[in-house]
């Protein structure tokens, strides 16, 4: 008889993901290299994100960064520059995706000096029209991909089936008015004028969204508090003058907008989701700001409790404050993306918690929180082995029978994303 970790592991990596939140731009635009988003073509690409910040605080230099990411470096030099560093990352979880990537995606065992040539070869050779969907589904083995677009407010996907766009709320929260999707006739007077077109992105682009998203942990805490209109539009039209508002005016002004767009998600049916916890990029994060993240967003579940929320990240490291967040309010949802290569011990953890802890229907496993598609191979793979681990210690400890633990994978994975979100 087979071992019944053995049985969960094979259950867990055949079972299809959803997977809840990217960032991958349409595969045209990164075959075309659209900067600054795609800054070279070659594999040190995949090192590009959450590899390369982690190479950041390993002490790597701007101009060796610069140089690692450049379109005008070889790509074989591309190791000598690397080379220093991969002994104190590569045992990083971010590191173990890249390697993971390689190995599945590209039969590389172990990168080094001497095959450079052929992983740049393999990089070629895989990135070609088809690519995105040929790894998200039969490598990944992921059925389709949430997306989040950070620098537009909403646009129509390439492939609709494959990459789902949320609507982004932080330019509307932030009233970014250049390169922020507000089309060239469409002239900003007023705080009525703003309403009017997040009114007409939601018309327009509700319909085709999942969800919306909101980033704007990175910029201040997560106490939103509701504002009458009748209140900031002194304040919107000093910041579309250019004039200068108080911090405090500038708060008022975002809380105001924050409501006026999550009821608007909500009369559209559409999850909101929302950034928490660590930030991703370096010497900036205000960890006040984030320690006070889990009470800020029970404020906003009361505020709001026809609003379904679903917070990103656990809210690393404050992930027991979460849970406790989950155990009491009905509108908490829990999305693990980023979690797994951010530190899967934490990640796996917090599974085993949560499903001992909350109703089970208020958890989505699994998002890569990536730009580059090739990373969705290791890191899924990366998931799927900590979602695996936490079933098979559960079983193990006694808190699951095998039965119960094979019948959550499938909600785990896609089913509580497909009961939200929509098939
Ligand atoms: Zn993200």
Same mark, same amino acid.
């Given at each position: 008889?087979?071992?019944?970790?053995?049985? =969960?592991?094979?259950?867990?990596?055949?079972?299809?993901?959803?997977?809840?939140?990217?960032?991958?731009?349409?595969?045209?635009?990164?075959?075309? $290299?659209?900067?600054?988003?795609?800054?070279?073509?070659?594999?040190?690409?995949?090192?590009?994100?959450?590899?390369?910040?982690?190479?950041? #605080?390993?002490?790597?230099?701007?101009?060796?960064?610069?140089?690692?990411?450049?379109?005008?470096?070889?790509?074989?030099?591309?190791?000598?520059?690397? /080379?220093?560093?991969?002994?104190?990352?590569?045992?990083?979880?971010?590191?173990?995706?890249? +390697?993971?990537?390689?190995?599945? #995606?590209?039969?590389?065992?172990?990168?080094?000096?001497?095959?450079?040539?052929?992983?740049?070869?393999?990089?070629?050779?895989?990135?070609? /029209?088809?690519?995105? /969907?040929? =790894?998200?589904?039969?490598?990944?083995?992921?059925?389709?991909?949430?997306?989040?677009?950070?620098?537009?407010? $909403?646009?129509?996907?390439?492939?609709?089936?494959?990459?789902?766009?949320? =609507?982004?709320?932080?330019?509307?929260?932030?009233?970014?008015?250049?390169?922020?999707?507000?089309?060239?006739?469409?002239?900003?007077?007023?705080?009525?004028?703003?309403?009017?077109?997040?009114?007409?992105?939601?018309?327009?682009?509700?319909?085709?969204?999942?969800?919306? /998203?909101?980033?704007?942990?990175?910029?201040?805490?997560?106490?939103?508090? +509701?504002?009458?209109?009748?209140?900031?539009?002194?304040?919107?039209?000093?910041?579309?003058?250019?004039?200068?508002?108080?911090?405090?005016?500038?708060?008022? #002004?975002?809380?105001?907008?924050?409501?006026?767009?999550?009821?608007?998600?909500?009369?559209?049916?559409?999850?909101?989701?929302?950034?928490?916890?660590?930030?991703?990029?370096?010497?900036?994060?205000?960890?006040?700001?984030?320690?006070?993240?889990?009470?800020? $967003?029970?404020?906003?579940? +009361?505020?709001?409790?026809?609003?379904?929320?679903?917070?990103?990240?656990? $809210?690393?490291?404050?992930?027991?404050?979460?849970?406790?967040?989950?155990?009491?309010?009905?509108?908490?949802?829990?999305?693990?993306?980023?979690?797994?290569?951010?530190?899967?011990?934490?990640?796996?953890?917090?599974?085993?918690?949560?499903?001992?802890?909350?109703?089970?229907?208020?958890?989505?496993?699994?998002?890569?929180?990536?730009? =580059?598609?090739?990373?969705?191979?290791?890191?899924?793979?990366?998931?799927?082995?900590?979602?695996?681990?936490?079933?098979?210690?559960?079983?193990?400890?006694?808190?699951?029978?095998?039965?119960?633990?094979?019948? #959550?994978?499938?909600?785990?994975?896609?089913?509580?994303?497909?009961?939200?979100?929509?098939?």
């Amino acid at each position: 008889m087979e071992k019944f970790n053995d049985l =969960i592991e094979q259950k867990v990596f055949e079972t299809q993901f959803i997977d809840t939140h990217e960032h991958l731009m349409d595969e045209s635009e990164r075959l075309d $290299c659209v900067e600054p988003f795609i800054p070279c073509d070659d594999w040190a690409l995949l090192l590009n994100l959450y590899f390369g910040f982690d190479l950041i #605080l390993g002490g790597i230099s701007k101009s060796e960064i610069g140089r690692l990411f450049s379109k005008n470096v070889s790509p074989i030099d591309k190791w000598v520059i690397l /080379k220093e560093y991969w002994p104190y990352l590569k045992n990083t979880a971010s590191g173990i995706v890249f +390697r993971t990537t390689i190995r599945i #995606l590209y039969g590389i065992d172990e990168i080094s000096e001497d095959n450079i040539p052929e992983l740049q070869n393999r990089y070629e050779q895989t990135r070609k /029209k088809g690519f995105y /969907k040929q =790894i998200i589904r039969e490598l990944a083995n992921i059925r389709h991909c949430h997306v989040h677009s950070p620098n537009v407010a $909403c646009k129509k996907s390439e492939s609709p089936d494959l990459l789902y766009q949320d =609507i982004a709320l932080n330019g509307m929260i932030q009233v970014t008015l250049n390169s922020y999707s507000v089309p060239e006739n469409v002239k900003i007077n007023n705080l009525t004028d703003w309403h009017t077109l997040i009114d007409g992105w939601f018309a327009e682009y509700g319909h085709a969204a999942k969800a919306v /998203k909101i980033g704007n942990a990175y910029f201040r805490r997560l106490d939103f508090e +509701r504002v009458e209109a009748s209140e900031v539009e002194e304040i919107f039209s000093r910041k579309i003058n250019l004039q200068t508002n108080g911090p405090e005016e500038d708060k008022k #002004l975002q809380d105001h907008l924050f409501w006026y767009c999550v009821d608007k998600a909500t009369a559209h049916g559409l999850p909101v989701k929302m950034h928490t916890g660590q930030w991703a990029m370096n010497n900036a994060m205000n960890m006040h700001w984030v320690k006070e993240n889990p009470s800020d $967003c029970a404020s906003l579940c +009361r505020q709001a409790p026809d609003t379904k929320f679903v917070f990103f990240h656990l $809210c690393y490291p404050h992930y027991e404050e979460m849970l406790s967040l989950a155990k009491n309010y009905a509108n908490a949802y829990i999305d693990m993306c980023w979690s797994w290569s951010l530190n899967p011990l934490a990640a796996k953890d917090f599974l085993k918690k949560f499903i001992l802890t909350v109703p089970n229907n208020k958890i989505f496993t699994f998002g890569g929180d990536d730009k =580059i598609v090739e990373n969705l191979v290791g890191h899924a793979h990366v998931a799927r082995q900590g979602i695996a681990l936490a079933f098979t210690e559960l079983v193990s400890e006694n808190w699951l029978t095998l039965g119960d633990a094979m019948d #959550l994978v499938d909600h785990l994975m896609y089913k509580n994303a497909e009961k939200i979100y929509g098939k």
